[in-house]
C-alpha cells in the first residue's frame, strides 16, 4: 500500500508542476469587450516662420540689422525671406561685362555675421499637400535717383537654378530652373516648383552653393548700356507665392 500510494503522489506533483510552468489545461474564455473614443483637431498656423541658414536648417538666422528686409509673410503658406541682392561697387569695362552679387550676411544665433548664398525661404504648413509655385519679377530697369534717372538699358540680372535644402526628406524638394528677369518688369519668371504632395514643410532655396556660391547672382550689362560713374542704380523684385503648382 506504501508503494502504491507513493506512485501516485509523484503523479499528482507532476501534473501541478505542468500546470505551473505552463501547461495548456484550459484556454482563457473572453467574456466582455468594449470601446473607447479618441479625436483631434487641427488649426492653421498662421503665425511668421523665422528664416534658417540655407547652409543648414537646422540653424535660425536673422537679417542683417544693417541691411533692412521688408518681414516675411505670415499664414500657413508663406515666404519667410529673400536675400536683397547687393553688387557693391565695380569698374566701368570698355566691353559687355557680368558683375556678381555679394553673397548675404545674416545673423546666426550668436549674434555674428555670418556669409551664405542669397537665398529665398519658402513655407508650407496648410496640411493639405497641394503643392506651390514661386516666382519672381523684376520691377523695372536698374536707374539711378533724382528727377531725371540715369537708365542702366538692357542689363539682365540672372540667378543660378536654387539648391532646395531642409530639414524634410529630400524626396519632398521643390523643382527649381534658372531664371533670367526681363529688365523692364513685363513678364514673371518661375524659380521653383513644389508639385503635389511636396513642398512641406520649410525649404531654402540657395541660388550658388559651394565653389558656386558667390556667383549664384548675376548682372550681365551689355556694351552699349551708358554707365554714370559714382551713381548707385537700383530696382526692385517681386516675389510671387501661389498656392498651386499651376
Known sequence: MKKVFFISGMFTALVISLSFFGGNVADAAQVATIKS????????????????????????????????????TAGPLSID???NIHFGTETIKPGSATYYAQQDQVQNGAGNLISVPNYAQVTDKRGLNLG???SVKQ??????SGATPAVLDNAVLSFLAATPNSTQ???LAPVSVPVILDPTGASTSRVATAAASTGMGTWTLAFGTGATASQGVQLTVP?????????QYKTTLTWILDDTPL
Open 37 to 72: 473614443n479618441a479625436d483631434i483637431t487641427f488649426a492653421l498656423d498662421n503665425s511668421t516662420t523665422s528664416p534658417v541658414n540655407p547652409t543648414d536648417p537646422t540653424q535660425p538666422v536673422t537679417p542683417n540689422p544693417a541691411d533692412p528686409h521688408q518681414p516675411g
Open 81 to 83: 525671406y529673400v536675400s
Open 132 to 134: 506651390w509655385k514661386l
Open 139 to 144: 520691377d523695372a530697369q536698374f536707374a539711378t
Open 169 to 171: 526628406l529630400i524626396a
Open 223 to 231: 556694351t552699349a548700356t551708358k554707365k554714370v560713374a559714382s551713381s
